[in-house]
């Protein structure tokens, strides 16, 4: 079975500034698809970025970009010009052939004024 | 942009009752799924469901579990004789096509005395 691991349960970033949250997998599957995911306290999950393990070239969507090994099976996030609004829990998830979302346990990003 | 709805956001329950949680995917979307976030846990995949059958479960999602599509737009989840373990946050998920973003609902945060 699949596993996610999110090592970093909590971390803050100064408003405008940068943050990597960190994110590893274990599989054993070549095509597969990786997602971050962001809950604010308003608690719908909100997709913020998905890679295609098939493609090489990092996903990126405006101040938010991914830094996709797959050798090393590590799927991290990066936040650019971190926003107050950016506070949130980060779950980063896994989808292959057994056809379910699998989640990691989530990193919960304070960004400080 | 549209959602996925959930009811009810918060429902209390005494244990051995039947609960239902009711979804309104996204109209256009084909698969719809349940998750549950037990408090301080993982999210974790309980089925998904399409065309009017269950496509995938988890081991979570055993005989005291059902799902349905009772008319063309609710998705409902059933818990029997709900248990104290039974207590977590449910998200419902909507998607076009098996391998598209999942949608997610604010979630039912379930309660079981």
């Known amino acids: 079975a699949q596993t996610v691991t999110q090592s970093q349960p909590e971390m803050s970033v100064q408003e405008a500034e940068t943050v990597t949250l960190s994110c590893t997998y274990d599989?054993?599957?070549?095509?597969?698809?990786l997602f971050w995911y962001k809950q604010p306290p308003s608690r719908q999950m909100i997709l913020v970025i998905r890679?295609?393990?098939?493609?090489?070239q990092n996903a990126t969507e405006n101040r938010f970009s991914v830094n996709f090994q797959k050798a090393a099976k590590s799927f991290s996030l990066k936040i650019s010009d971190s926003q107050l609004g950016d506070t949130a829990m980060y779950f980063c998830?896994?989808?292959?052939?057994?056809?379910?979302?699998?989640f990691g346990s989530g990193t919960q990003l304070t960004v400080l004024p | 942009e549209p959602e996925v709805t959930q009811t009810p956001s918060h429902q209390v329950t005494q244990m051995g009752q039947e609960v239902i949680l009711r979804c309104v995917p996204i109209s256009n979307h084909l698969y719809f799924y349940w998750y549950r976030q037990i408090l301080g846990q993982k999210v974790e995949f309980l089925v998904s469901f399409y065309n009017n059958e269950i496509s995938e479960k988890s081991e979570i999602f055993d005989d005291q579990f059902s799902v349905e599509r009772p008319d063309g737009s609710n998705f409902t989840l059933k818990i029997r004789s709900t248990k104290l373990e039974d207590s977590a946050m449910y998200f419902c998920a909507s998607s076009e096509a098996l391998s598209s973003v999942q949608h997610f609902g604010d979630g039912t945060r379930l309660s079981i005395l």
């Open positions: 998830a896994f989808w292959g052939s057994a056809r379910q979302l699998t």
């Open positions: 599989t054993s599957e070549s095509n597969y698809y």
């Open positions: 890679q295609e393990a098939y493609k090489q």
